[in-house]
């Protein structure tokens, strides 16, 4: 009892330091594979500067497409109406491209999903989407995965019979 008592505290002594290191190394290990990881859609698209522009863009787009008029009348609301949108449409495509906002809008799919908005409306917003982000300059494979997510909204929002 006494001996196997000495022979463990003389491991624990022999080893410990082993433990340690051992220990360190893959700390250091874990956290830089997890430094080497890819950064946020966001801020590979250029942030929230980016995101604001392509929405106000957008919004003014919906406004102005005689595709989408029946949502429109073919009419501009007023300015509080436009910009509230353009702010609302912005934290929304922050906050699932991984940014650091919050969205406090409408739930989506509860807004859009009686409008029956047809695939061929959701391919003029797409328009628009793809115009704005064609002006970025990033990586190719960048925007591709910012407009897939973005086309992916057209499931959040019951577009029917999406392509
Ligand atoms: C063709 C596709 C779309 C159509 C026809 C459409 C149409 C509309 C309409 C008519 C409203 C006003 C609803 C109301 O106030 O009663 C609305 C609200 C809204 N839409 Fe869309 N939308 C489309 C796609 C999108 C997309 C892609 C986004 C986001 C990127 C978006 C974000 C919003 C937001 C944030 C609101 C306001 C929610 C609130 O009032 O809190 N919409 N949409």
Same mark, same amino acid.
């Given at each position: ?117 047809? $695939? =061929? *409306?959701?391919?003029? @917003?797409? %328009? ?6 064609? /002006?970025? +300059?990033?990586?190719?494979?960048? $925007? =591709? *995965?910012?407009?897939? @997510?973005? %086309? ?6 019951? /577009?029917? +019979?999406?392509?």
């Amino acid at each position: 009892m006494g001996l196997t008592l000495i022979m463990g505290i003389g491991m624990r002594k022999r080893f410990g330091s082993k433990i340690v290191l051992l220990g360190l190394l893959l700390f250091w290990a874990l956290n830089s594979s997890a430094g080497e990881t890819k950064a946020r859609l966001y801020d590979r698209i250029g942030g929230y500067d980016a995101i604001s522009h392509f929405s106000n863009g957008l919004i003014d787009g919906f406004y102005s497409d005689s595709r989408l008029s029946r949502f429109t009348e073919g009419v501009t609301p007023p300015i509080e109406v436009v910009e509230r949108d353009k702010q609302l449409t912005t934290e929304y495509l922050c906050k699932i491209a991984g940014g650091p906002c919050f969205y406090i809008g409408k739930d989506m799919h509860t807004t859009h999903k009686d409008m029956k908005i047809t $695939k =061929e *409306e959701w391919a003029a @917003l797409m %328009d628009h989407a793809i115009r704005l982000a064609s /002006v970025w +300059n990033i990586e190719p494979a960048d $925007k =591709e *995965e910012f407009l897939k @997510l973005f %086309d992916n909204i057209k499931l959040t929002i019951e /577009v029917q +019979n999406p392509s």
